[in-house]
């Protein structure tokens, strides 16, 4: 499994996202240990701090069929790890962490590894604009993310909205640098056209 | 149209190109108007995947979730909060309200012209308000029922299965090194409120463990 070098909570603040849901802090570390001791209230508060942020990665990642599954599958995880959380990253980073773990297991096990990451163009066949619409929008940004290939659709995720570097993506995807490099191109070329004019 | 730079564009946006091929792919920039455009349709892709909001899930996980890990959802504390009472409980409440109420005052009273003026606790001038802390709990009490609940609970002990017996010698584990934790943080910050809240809290847990733990024995025995 890959380790994670990066904060991507850092990421998305960077990148203007506004980072990780949630209160931040010391009330969600207190929360934390609550949780840890087997406080479910805690446990609940920290839950809808942060599920809208775990769903849309897992929903961006594997699709809305396995979007709350997972989800759940998550959250029912990090309550039995939450032994293992020593604040010494945000809750929300060490949640974040886990869900990236647990998605990729659930990936390995639906089987959409490696396969799905040819180097090829597919993915500016993929996604199809409006007919005669040129590069007028015709799907919602997110519909047009959710086409695109596997590989594409992840490499993108996980560099463009999640922060992650090449080398990371490629150590977590098990593929090489350059591949990740031409997915998420070919990611951002197919979804030019549906961008908001 | 494609040319060679094409597919370097993202790499160029990413600061990903080294010196020698950057500035090659600037001079071409500056020539062909088809790579400008992709380059700056592109940035409007990676500034729009950065500007998505977060959505919630359409259903509330939290139940499932919930019912998974044992613990009891706010939905469903809601639903138990909903009890109905008639006119006549609710008078009989009043009544039992008024009761309680009145014997504590007259214990309170009494119990103060009992005390001594010279014990009488002085607060400190500059201490800080705090909620009900830890701290008030009545230590000496509290010790002697956690002491009297584990000598029921080691009397009844043989009476349990091992593993129910291993479930809450974990939890008091857990619970024991939470109010460890708690009580060396309030020792660098007593008057930390949080920390107060969070004490009690472990303590009553601890004690309600051990009740429900006492009784299963006891019932068993």
């Known amino acids: ?31 934390a240990a609550l949780a840890a001791a087997g406080d479910g209230r805690a446990f609940e508060r920290l839950y809808r701090a942060h599920v809208a942020r775990i769903h849309s990665l897992v ?31 945000a809750f929300g980073t060490w949640l974040h962490r886990l869900a990236v773990n647990v998605i990729l297991a ?22 199809p604009s409006r007919p005669g619409a040129g590069v007028e929008l015709s799907l919602d940004f997110e519909q047009a993310m959710g086409r695109l290939p596997d590989g594409a659709r992840q490499v993108f995720v996980l560099h463009d909205i999640e922060g992650y570097r090449h080398e990371e993506i490629a150590d977590m995807l098990g593929i090489v640098e350059g591949t990740s490099k031409s997915q998420l191109h070919h990611a951002r070329m197919a979804l030019r056209k549906h961008l908001e004019r | 149209m494609k040319d060679q730079w094409t597919d370097r564009l993202s790499e160029y946006l990413d600061g990903e190109l080294g010196a020698a091929e950057r ?127 584990e000598r029921a609970l080691e009397r009844g002990r043989g009476q349990l299965d091992t593993t129910t017996v291993r479930v809450i010698e974990k939890n008091l584990r857990i619970i024991n090194r939470a109010i460890r934790e708690a009580q060396s943080a309030l020792a660098a910050d007593p008057a930390n409120s949080y920390l107060n809240l969070h004490l009690a809290q472990e303590m009553r847990r601890k004690l309600e463990l051990l009740r429900q733990a006492a009784a299963l024995a006891g019932a068993r025995s």
Not at chain 1, 4 to 20: Q, Y
Not at chain 1, 61 to 72: E, I, L, R, S
């Open chain 1, 106 to 127: 659930r990936r390995t096990t639906l089987g959409t590894e490696r396969g799905r990451y040819d180097d090829s163009q597919d993915a500016l066949e993929v996604v």
């Open chain 2, 23 to 149: 500035a090659a792919l600037e001079g071409h920039l500056a020539t062909c108007g088809e790579c400008g455009a992709t380059l700056a349709e592109l940035r409007r892709v990676v500034a729009r995947a950065g500007a998505l909001d977060d959505r919630p899930p359409t259903a509330d996980l939290w139940p499932a979730i919930a019912e998974h890990i044992g613990v009891v959802s706010l939905p469903a504390r809601r639903a138990r909060r909903r009890i109905v009472f008639t006119v006549p409980q609710l008078a009989a409440a009043s009544v039992a309200l008024a009761l309680v109420s009145s014997a504590t005052a007259w214990l309170l009273i009494r119990a103060g012209a009992r005390a001594p003026v010279a014990e009488a606790p002085t607060p400190a001038p500059s201490a800080p308000a705090t909620p009900a802390t830890a701290a008030m709990y009545p230590d000496k009490r509290y010790a002697a029922q956690v002491a009297d609940l």
């Open chain 1, 59 to 89: 929903r961006r990642m594997m699709g809305p069929d396995h979007a709350d599954d997972v989800t759940q599958d998550v959250f029912v995880r990090a309550w039995n790890k939450l032994a293992t959380f020593r604040a010494e990253a």
């Open chain 1, 1 to 31: 499994m890959a380790t994670l070098h990066r904060d991507p909570d850092e990421a998305a603040r960077r990148s203007g996202r506004g980072g990780r849901g949630g209160r931040g802090g010391d009330a969600e570390t207190a929360d």
